[in-house]
């Protein structure tokens, strides 16, 4: 082998480290006093690697109530490829139950030991509704995000159902797909439902409707489900 394969080769891993690193990480913004909100929803890769701890750690009980439910998807591609292959590591995790969204916050919390003044949660009802309201309703979202709305029923900036045609995805997309709002957070409206800690369903999915995916719409799924997935609050406590 020679130096200039070894140089690619040497680059090569230290991408992969990275891209595992970026990946799986997760980013937040500021949404009340003490509380930041994650910017995506919860992806495959981020909960494959809780799901990878629970195997290693050999926790065989929690792992299987917390492992996704690939049955609820209707095509046999889906359930083979969705949750394990890696062109859909950057969409939405779904298909699991509240109990194992819990597990994946405590996870968190455990991986964070050393920071005691921070709990990672799912957010409020209340919570989810803030950060929808500051980032969708600002002057600034009218006059930058105008252009994707169409009759007050279709918005293109979001993976949501068209309703006068048919949706070519008919699918979740990756979580960083279309535009952010105006403080940053991605698919808050579309693309996947997103369950809060009191149990309500909020945001709508991609088979759903513009005035489906309202702030005041709560959508009635029982999990498991594969419209359903979810996103996480860093709470700072204070001392």
Not at 17 to 30: A, D, G, L, M, N
Not at 101 to 107: L, N, Q, T
Not at 111 to 127: C, G, I, M, S
Request: glycine share 4%; charged share 20%.
């Amino acid at each position: 082998m020679n130096f200039c394969t070894k140089i690619v080769l040497v680059l090569y891993c230290l991408f992969l480290i990275s891209f595992k690193k970026t990946s799986t990480s997760q980013k937040y913004v500021k949404i009340d006093q003490n509380v930041y909100i994650s910017t995506t929803e919860v992806s495959n890769i981020q909960y494959r690697a809780f799901l990878e701890y629970l195997i290693t750690s050999h926790q065989t009980s929690l792992y299987q109530r917390c492992i996704y439910d690939s049955s609820q998807w209707n095509t046999e591609p889906m359930k083979e490829y969705y949750h394990r292959h890696v062109a859909y590591h950057q969409y939405p995790v779904v298909n699991i139950t509240h109990e194992a969204m819990e597990a994946y916050c405590e996870w968190l919390n455990d991986q964070d030991e050393a920071k005691r003044n921070v709990k990672y949660r799912l957010p409020t009802a209340n919570e989810w509704k803030n950060a929808y309201i500051l980032g969708y309703t600002a002057e600034k979202f009218n006059k930058t995000q105008s252009k994707y709305f169409h009759h007050d029923t279709v918005f293109d900036g979001a993976n949501i159902k068209n309703p006068t045609q048919t949706n070519v995805e008919n699918m979740p997309a990756p979580v960083y797909a279309y535009p952010p709002n105006t403080i940053g957070i991605y698919n808050l409206i579309g693309n996947v439902c997103e369950y809060n800690s009191d149990g309500t369903i909020l945001g709508g999915s991609w088979d759903q409707t513009f005035r489906e995916c309202s702030v005041n719409q709560t959508q009635q799924y029982s999990l498991p489900n594969l419209h359903v997935g979810f996103r996480i609050v860093k709470e700072i406590i204070k001392k």
